[in-house]
């Protein structure tokens, strides 16, 4: 399996708190990438990047901010969370456009 | 920007039944064609992938074809097991950094 891990695995929070979910890679893949998993929405891109400091907005960015000041660390921050953002989220890497995603084993966030 | 349709939604099969999911999609440019399998509380999963040069992949039980005339591809899962229940999503990507992702199927093999 590929080296991705996330932190944390579950987080239980307030709303109105910032949250910061950490996604860390060991094969040095160029493309990082954090989705949200709802029921009946599948798998919904929050924000990517293609490079060290290079990041872009997906679909579902509002609320949401990202950082990699580093290749192998891709941070997704909650600024103030909202109950909307209670969600599984999953952090993906690429090597290549035409490359497979790998997926680390989630986050599961909670928010009340 | 590129689109995809995943169907069905929901699948049903007696174990031993052959399985297929269908995606179809509009951009021509797209090029690259992969299979997720996400078991319940698991992170998806790659099963198989077909680029656009090729026209069938083949792995033990499961196959996928590619049409990019018609702008479809398809998963085919055969002598299906109970543990092949889970939802299988598709991807594509052409010249962008995105992928984009079907809206899953349900697989549910009934022993």
């Known amino acids: 399996d590929a080296g991705i891990t996330q932190s944390p695995r579950h987080k239980v929070t307030e709303t109105g708190t910032p949250v910061t979910l950490r996604c860390h890679q060991t094969?040095?893949?160029?493309?990082m990438y954090w989705y949200r998993q709802d029921p009946g929405h599948g798998l919904r891109l929050i924000h990517y990047?293609?490079?060290?400091?290079?990041?872009d907005k997906g679909e579902v960015s509002d609320g949401y901010s990202v950082s990699r000041s580093k290749t192998e660390d891709f941070l997704l921050t909650l600024e103030s969370a909202t109950s909307s953002q209670t969600s599984v989220y999953f952090c993906?890497?690429?090597?290549?456009?035409?490359?497979?995603?790998?997926f680390g084993d989630g986050t599961r966030l909670s928010i009340l | 920007g590129e689109n995809v349709e995943q169907h069905p939604s929901t699948l049903s099969v007696q174990e031993g039944d052959s399985a297929v999911i269908k995606c179809t999609y509009s951009?021509?440019?797209?090029?690259?064609f992969p299979w997720y399998k996400q078991e319940l509380g698991k992170r998806p999963q790659l099963i198989i992938d077909?680029?656009?040069?090729?026209g069938e992949k083949k792995d033990q039980r499961i196959a996928v074809t590619l049409n990019k005339t018609a702008k479809h591809f398809s998963l085919h899962i055969t002598e299906t097991q109970p543990e092949d229940s889970a939802v299988y999503f598709c991807a594509l990507t052409g010249g962008s950094y995105i992928p984009t992702f079907g809206r899953g199927t349900s697989l549910i093999v009934h022993p």
């Open positions: 990047s293609y490079g060290v400091k290079d990041t």
């Open positions: 993906a890497i690429r090597a290549g456009q035409n490359q497979p995603q790998h």
């Open positions: 077909i680029r656009s040069n090729v």
């Open positions: 951009d021509s440019a797209s090029n690259y």
């Open positions: 094969e040095n893949h160029r493309y």
